[in-house]
């Protein structure tokens, strides 16, 4: 179970890697587009970083943030017994076919 908290843990790092990429390049069209004056520049600058306010300022609710920590493990959870299982489905077919290829 650690290993895939690890595991997710990574994927969520990757993700945010590349959204804060993403993002950064549309920042950059946004502001050095060539055929924009620089007033509608600074406009476009003033208008992100107004969005950027909101989101920094938005907070999940304490109770939802705790269904979802609640959801997480629930699918972790399910995610390791979907594993453990094809493990033991892969091994009695590796079991069979050794069986077969025995005779």
């Known amino acids: 179970m ?7 843990h990574a ?12 993002l950064h390049q549309v920042c950059k069209r946004l502001l050095r587009e ?8 600074k406009l476009r600058a003033q208008a992100l970083a107004e969005l950027g306010r909101i989101y920094c300022s938005a907070q ?13 493990q629930e ?7 979907l594993y453990m299982g094809q493990v033991g489905e892969e091994e009695q077919e590796e079991a069979a076919a050794a ?4 005779y």
């Open 75 to 81: 699918a972790l959870q399910k995610l390791q017994e």
């Open 60 to 72: 999940m609710p304490s109770e939802q943030q705790k269904d979802q920590e609640q959801q997480m």
């Open 99 to 102: 069986a077969g290829g025995a």
């Open 11 to 22: 994927m969520w790092a990757a993700n945010v890697l590349d959204i804060q990429k993403t």
């Open 2 to 8: 650690a290993g895939m908290t690890l595991a997710l």
């Open 34 to 41: 060539p055929n924009i004056s620089k007033q509608e520049a």
